[in-house]
């Protein structure tokens, strides 16, 4: 099989397994590459390997199974390589040219898996030259986009595994609040949406792009679950001062009607008596109206 079938096929089973489209369909896509030998090169250049290990967290248990069978065996494959190919790099020792022969296969990769460049932090479909409409309905493609904006904010991934992690997130919201035109449907996208734009919770980003937090749970999580760390700490903290203040102890005050309001000329005064003087001086009285609230005092 040639590299290009390779990436075509990787393409159809992206599109398959964030369009929704039956196991069925999937199971037959990773049927036709049991055959294939699988390459270091090849696996970097398709990403196949990237959109197949996805769907080893597939709800399908064929599914699954499948994925985990197939990218198991591309592991073994890669590994036989060097031992069974003439052009793995020679030992330093039989030539001076050794070193430029070929690059040690972590730098490749490293190459292959370089950070995205220029500003993380404005990163969105436009600046990556995205193709987001990929659904075939105006409003979910708009909502594909959105998503991609959300993950993409300060993230070095590659647009291709930003772009399949987005379609995964809008099919998930789309089987859980259908149809496109709800409410629940469209609030629920905006809301994802600036959980993930938000600054101080980077980690929610990054846990759903590695796939920790699955598409599924992303989208029911609730508002409580979508803070980050640092804001459910916070919150924590004005709680327990809320309440402290709370169960401290007020000063019991009275309502005198015989007092009259200097200011507005009302008498619902209230009033509560304290000795700040000496014990034979007579106690101050501290009085605020209750209808304009001024304050005084005598003794």
């Known amino acids: ?83 069974n190919s003439a052009t793995s790099s020679p030992a ?12 040690a296969p972590s730098q490749q990769a490293q190459k292959t898996k370089a950070p995205h460049q220029g500003d993380l932090e404005k990163r969105n479909t436009i600046t990556d030259k995205v193709d987001w409409k990929v659904t ?17 904010f300060m993230s070095s991934e590659p647009s291709d595994d930003i772009l399949v992690v987005a379609r995964s997130v809008e099919l998930a919201a789309f089987n859980a609040y259908q149809p496109e035109g709800s409410p629940e449907y469209r609030t629920r996208i905006r ?42 700490a916070e919150d924590e903290r004005l709680h327990k001062e ?5 169960m401290v102890a007020q000063a019991e005050r009275s309502i005198s009607a015989s007092l009259t309001c200097g200011k507005c000329g009302q008498k619902k005064v209230s009033y509560s008596q304290a000795q700040t003087r000496s014990a034979d001086e007579p106690m101050t009285t501290f009085c605020e109206c209750t209808v ?3 304050r005084w005092k005598f003794s």
């Open 242 to 246: 809320n309440m402290d203040k709370a």
């Open 92 to 103: 330093p020792a039989k030539s001076t040219n050794s070193a430029a022969a070929s690059p």
């Open 136 to 152: 075939g309905s105006a409003t979910r493609d708009a909502c594909v986009k959105l998503m991609y904006d959300g993950l993409a």
């Open 1 to 83: 099989m040639e590299p290009k079938d390779v990436e075509e096929r990787a393409k159809q089973l992206a599109k398959a397994a964030t369009g929704g489209d039956p196991p069925a369909t999937i199971l037959q896509m990773l049927e036709g590459l049991k055959g294939w030998t699988a390459t270091e090169k090849v696996l970097r250049q398709t990403k196949i390997g990237v959109h197949v290990n996805k769907l080893r967290q597939n709800p399908d248990a064929a599914v699954a199974r499948q994925a985990s069978s197939l990218v198991n065996k591309w592991k073994t494959d890669v590994k036989k390589a060097p031992a």
């Open 292 to 294: 304009c609230g001024n």
């Open 191 to 232: 809301s994802l949406f600036q959980n993930l734009k938000n600054k101080n919770n980077p980690n929610l980003r990054h846990q759903v792009l590695v796939g920790t937090i699955a598409p599924s749970r992303f989208v029911t999580m609730t508002h409580e679950e979508l803070k980050s760390d640092k804001q459910r």
